[in-house]
C-alpha cells in the first residue's frame, strides 16, 4: 500500500501481486475459503492414532506447520491471477 509513496517498499512485493487492491482482496477471499474450509474439520475432530510424542510432534510439525507456511502462499498468489482477470479490479 506504500509503495507509491515509498518505491523501496517495491522490493517486498516477493509473490509479484498484481496490485495492493488485489493483494489485500486476495487475502480476505483466501481467509475467508480457509475458515469455511476448517470449520468442519474442528468440529468433527480428528482420528486418534497411537503413536509417540516424538513420531506425532514430527508429523503435526510437517502437515500443519510446513502446510501453514506454503499453502497461503499459493492460495493468495492463485486467488490474485484469476481477480487480475477482472477488469476494473487488477
Known sequence: MF???YPGLDKLNIMSLTSPES????????N????VALVPLALKGV??????????LRRNLLIYG??????PFIGI?????LIS??????
Open 23 to 30: 493483494a489485500i482482496l486476495s487475502a480476505v477471499i483466501f
Open 47 to 56: 482420528r486418534y492414532r497411537p503413536m509417540s510424542a516424538d513420531a506425532m
Open 3 to 5: 509503495a507509491v509513496a
Open 32 to 35: 475467508a475459503l480457509i475458515i
Open 77 to 81: 498468489k492463485l486467488i490474485d491471477m
Open 85 to 90: 482477470l477482472i477488469p476494473g479490479i487488477g
Open 66 to 71: 510446513l502446510g501453514g507456511l506454503v499453502s
